[in-house]
């Protein structure tokens, strides 16, 4: 039986899940529940209200650490960052500018999973400028 490759960290298993979203040109992230996950959409409820991401404009995700099932072994296609750098630290310079830093621990075919001291760290690669491998 040949496992589907994952496309996402942030799919389904997250609904219910508290995470805080930062979101390019936002001053401060949204904080909320995940309500619906969807490939190219994240649904929020914030405040009792609901609110639509979409995934292009995320710069990333904090969640708990453990949330990171595992790692990810799938294919990814013709990229340099696989899974043979499951452990290493790394230093992501974001679109925006800012770093985060932290371990990886996850890949999917559009996100990079590390545990930073802010916690678990879901990064869209269309976010990420470069990222330095320590």
Given at each position: ?134
């Amino acid at each position: 039986m040949e496992l589907p490759i994952r496309e996402n960290i942030l799919d389904t298993r997250f609904e219910g899940k508290s995470i805080k979203v930062y979101i390019q040109g936002a001053r401060e992230p949204l904080e909320g529940v995940v309500d619906e996950v969807a490939k190219y959409e994240v649904g929020l409820r914030v405040e009792g209200k609901a609110v639509i991401l979409f995934r292009h404009a995320i710069l990333y995700i904090v969640t708990e650490p453990m949330e990171f099932h595992g790692y990810s072994i799938e294919e990814l296609g013709e990229t340099i960052l696989t899974a043979d750098f499951i452990g290493s630290e790394l230093e992501v310079h974001l679109v925006n500018g800012d770093v985060v830093k932290g371990k990886l621990t996850k890949l999917s075919r559009y996100e990079v999973g590390i545990v930073s001291n802010e916690g678990g760290l879901v990064i869209p690669k269309v976010s990420i400028s470069y990222v330095v491998v320590s």
